[in-house]
């Protein structure tokens, strides 16, 4: 890969970082999750909520994990 793909990957993943972690902060209405860790999302009651919480939580790892391949 050339640095301008390089980056542009990177770039991407933040984006994707970003939009994960602010769908996780609507499904459960606060910040608090980031200190708290993975299982303050099962504490959530609506399922609904959950479930995207615990989806968005799966992209952001994802994300996380491809940035330090790439770093």
């Known amino acids: 890969m050339s640095i301008s793909q390089v980056k542009n990957l990177q770039r991407r993943l ?3 970082e ?3 972690i ?3 902060n609507r499904a459960c209405g606060h910040e608090l999750w980031v200190s708290l860790g993975f299982d303050a999302l099962d504490t959530l009651e609506d399922p ?3 479930a995207r919480a615990n ?3 799966g992209q952001l790892q994802t994300a996380r994990e ?3 391949v790439l770093a």
Do not use: G, P, S, V
């Open 66 to 68: 491809l940035q330090q």
């Open 22 to 24: 602010d769908e996780i």
């Open 48 to 50: 609904a909520r959950r």
């Open 18 to 20: 970003q939009e994960a």
């Open 14 to 16: 933040l984006n994707l």
């Open 55 to 57: 989806y968005y939580y």
